[in-house]
Each structure stands twice: as C-alpha cells, then as structure tokens.
C-alpha cells in the first residue's frame, strides 16, 4: 500500500508564499501598457491661461477666452476639449484656470487641455458678459458682394428662395476639427443631395474664406475639388467656396460671431472660432451651430425645416 506523507508549512513559509503571490500580481499589472495613453511622444505642450466662457459637461468640451499661447497661437476665444472627469463638478463660466495645451494631431482630440488649475472660482454675482453679434436668430442676412470658385460675383440675393448654410474656412487650415471637418460637412452633404431629385434645387451650401490673401478663386475651386472627391469636373452647384475683400468678409464675420486673426509667431496660420448658420428661403437666420458638434444629418434637418415653415 502506497503512503502519502502530509507536509505541513509553518505559517512564516505561508506568509512569504503569500507576498510572493501578490508581488507578481503587481509587477504584472504595472508591466501592462496604461489603458488611457492620450498623447504620442510627438505631441507639443504649451502653458495656457484663460477664463471659463461656457461648459458643456456632456461633450467635455469648455468654452475659454485664453491669453496668447506663446509660440502657438494668439489671444481669443474657442472651445477646448478637457478629458479629466474631476474639473466639470467646478469649472463655470467666470472661472480663472491654468492649464497645459497639448497638441496631438495622431491623437482622436487634435488638441486638448490637461493638468487643469483652477486658481480663481467663478463669481456667481457677476453675470458673464454675452456676444450680442452671436444673437442673430430671426434677422435678415446683410448683403455681401463674394466672389466663388468660379470667378463669378455673388451675392445673398443669389440665394433668395432657397434654404442656405453658410460656413467659413480658409484652405491652409491645419485642424482637423476646424476647416477641415466644416469642409468634409459641406462636401459630403453637397454629394448626397447631387442625388436628391426633390432637394437639389432647393438647398445651398456656401463656404467663405477668410484668408483673401491667399484663397483665391482658383485655389478655393482646387481645395473644393478635392473634398468632392473623383468629379470630372467638379459639380459646385449646391456647394459652393467664395472669397471677398477683408472689410466684406469682416461684415459678414461680425454679424455671425466670428472671430479671426493671424498668428503672430506664424503668419499661415490663423486662429479662429468656428460659426456656421443656417438660413431660410426668406433670408433670415434660423439656426447657428457655434462648434463642431453638428452633422450633416442634422444640418440637412435644420435646412429641410426652414422649407417646410410657412412664408412669413
């Protein structure tokens, strides 16, 4: 008959078995690559200082009036998104932070604000100021004199009848959440619509540069050439890119929010808000989108709706 012996293992022998275990459980833990790597080893870093315009808790995304980022851009006001969930339970609008501008164009934000420092709370006794130019809602477009792709002068009397959005660019936009996705909006939405029987005549996209120095007619009808992908040659009849002076392009800008100006330390760049309207056939806004986080989809609804509503 076959014995079997019992070992019996001192409490001490356990007990080391027992830091062992956890010992490896950690070190193999600590060797696993980190879950939330947002910056790649090529991303830029800048000091940033503003102040709190608006917050959206929802999309993490902050509304800031930033001092001059030196070395990157110029002193103004446009939406940053913020990844750390701690801030939205004390960022408000009048807050004073300190942060760090990472700059990842590998990365899905583009552009983003961590190591967030609140150093003054918001006064909940001083209103913060609103953009009146923003509030435009039910007013007539002012007319303007631009000049499309094309070479052809048009104006917002051109548009008279039909549901219109307007958008602004300039073609040396380095951002892929700025011009470049206004522009992929524009050009995808002009393609579905080249193939909708009943809304192809009624709809109007329009892009204008605020970069006449450089986009001229010819230069916009490249860039949008290749946004509408293989046309030969490219239709420009529901969307369509148009420059005009600065003093034109400015009028048009004031009277939507936008705000734009060159880059002190980079004269081809220039730094911007982002503003796209829509307006109805009787050539009233009806809608502003003041960010990015709008679709074609939802523009497309926006502008079939200023269709269906009854002449005023």
């Known amino acids: ?116 420092g609140i150093v003054a709370a918001a006064d909940p006794n001083k209103p913060v100021p609103t953009d009146d130019r923003f509030a435009q809602i039910g007013k007539p477009v002012p007319d303007f004199t631009l000049t499309n792709q094309d070479g052809k002068r048009i104006s917002i009397k051109d548009f008279q009848g039909k549901a219109l959005a307007i958008t602004f660019i300039y073609a040396k936009c380095p951002l892929p959440d700025y011009c470049i996705r206004m522009s992929t909006n524009f050009s995808d939405l002009a393609n579905q619509l080249k193939n909708d ?20 007619p010819a230069k916009l009808r490249s860039y949008g050439a290749g946004y509408l992908g293989n046309q030969n040659p490219p239709d420009f009849s529901i969307w369509q890119l148009a420059v005009g002076s600065d003093d034109e392009v400015r009028k048009m800008g004031d009277f939507f929010g936008l705000d734009y100006k060159t880059d002190e330390n980079n004269k081809t760049q220039i730094n911007h808000n982002l503003r796209t309207a829509v307006i109805g056939p009787d050539g009233n806004v009806t809608k502003m989108y003041a960010g990015n986080d709008w679709t074609p989809a939802e523009l497309l609804n926006e502008l079939k709706a200023t269709l269906a509503a009854p002449p005023k």
């Open 197 to 216: 029987a009943e809304l192809k005549d009624k709809i109007r996209l329009l892009s204008i540069s605020f970069d006449p120095e450089n986009d001229t």
């Open 1 to 116: 008959m076959r014995r079997y012996e019992i070992i019996q293992i001192s409490p001490f022998v356990d007990m080391r078995i027992h830091y062992l275990i956890a010992f490896l459980i950690l070190f193999f833990v600590g060797c696993q690559p980190a879950a939330n790597t947002s910056a790649s080893s090529n991303a830029k870093r800048y000091p940033f200082v503003g102040k709190i315009v608006s917050v959206d808790k929802i999309a993490k995304k902050a509304t800031i009036a930033h001092e001059e980022v030196p070395g990157y851009m110029s002193a103004m006001t446009m939406e940053f998104p913020i990844h750390e969930d701690w801030v939205w339970n004390d960022l408000a609008p009048g807050a004073e932070i300190h942060a760090e501008l990472v700059v990842d164009n590998t990365a899905k934000d583009p552009f983003w604000l961590e190591k967030i």
